[in-house]
């Protein structure tokens, strides 16, 4: 298994531009997190389907949507691109949506995007 | 709200010296905390979580919810073990499984 697999890996856009990043979980894995990192700071969560559906959202703006595929993949759509939308974006899948599992998640290696 | 607070963004220590990566958390209901590595060009994984009571690659951590704590230890540090380590908490209420309010990474420098 190759684990989470993110495309793209690197881009670039616009301001007010639109972009959609994609995410394929480990096999047998039912819930995706979407995170986003900007330099010198820790992953901050946007999203989390299990599913798929929404089953958490963090303080984003509605600019930023996703969703989940059947067969578990997702996408995250930003639309309106900001300067300050330029960051990693982790994906980042697990097995179960039990309590104790939460915090057990397999990353991807990210999609980075800059916005100028 | 809940936050996660590590106060070093940067650590060295000379290889067989202790290490010990502070990370301190707010949250109002019962805590779940987790220690997350990513070591140069691999992915971020999973370290250590405070529900397991087990000690991974010699790295220990006790939660203290006196103090609000989670703090890393590992008595003799190896080269290897240099790394970016993320204290992270997990929302351990309502439906929002998956979540995880990460600190802001502390670089941990392992010299020989």
């Known amino acids: 298994d190759a684990g989470v697999t993110q495309s793209p890996t690197h881009l670039i856009k616009t301001r007010g531009q639109h972009v959609t990043l994609r995410c394929s979980p480990i096999?047998?894995?039912?819930?995706v997190s979407w995170y986003q990192q900007v330099l010198g700071q820790g992953p901050q969560f946007i999203f989390q389907?299990?599913?798929?559906?929404?089953?958490g959202r963090g303080n984003f703006p509605d600019r930023f949507s996703a969703r989940q595929f059947p067969n578990y993949s997702s996408e995250l759509n930003v639309n309106a691109l900001l300067l300050g939308d330029s960051a990693l974006y982790l994906c980042?899948?697990?097995?179960?949506?039990?309590?104790?599992?939460?915090?057990?998640?397999?990353f991807g290696e990210g999609s980075r995007l800059t916005v100028l | 709200a809940q936050r996660v607070t590590q106060p070093e963004k940067l650590l060295s220590v000379f290889k067989g010296a202790p290490v010990e990566l502070k990370c301190n958390y707010s949250y109002s209901g019962s805590p779940e905390l987790f220690w997350y590595v990513q070591y140069s060009r691999q992915r971020l994984q999973l370290l250590l979580r405070h529900i397991s009571r087990e000690s991974i690659k010699g790295f220990t951590a006790d939660l203290n919810k006196g103090e609000t704590s989670f703090h890393l230890k590992k008595p003799f540090a190896q080269e290897e073990d240099s790394a970016m380590y993320y204290c992270?908490?997990?929302?351990?209420?309502?439906?929002?499984?998956?979540?995880?309010?990460f600190g802001q990474g502390t670089i941990l420098t392992v010299h020989p």
């Open positions: 389907y299990y599913e798929k559906e929404e089953r």
């Open positions: 992270a908490l997990a929302n351990a209420g309502g439906t929002s499984y998956g979540k995880l309010t």
């Open positions: 980042a899948s697990s097995r179960d949506r039990g309590r104790r599992d939460s915090g057990e998640l397999f």
């Open positions: 096999s047998g894995h039912k819930s």
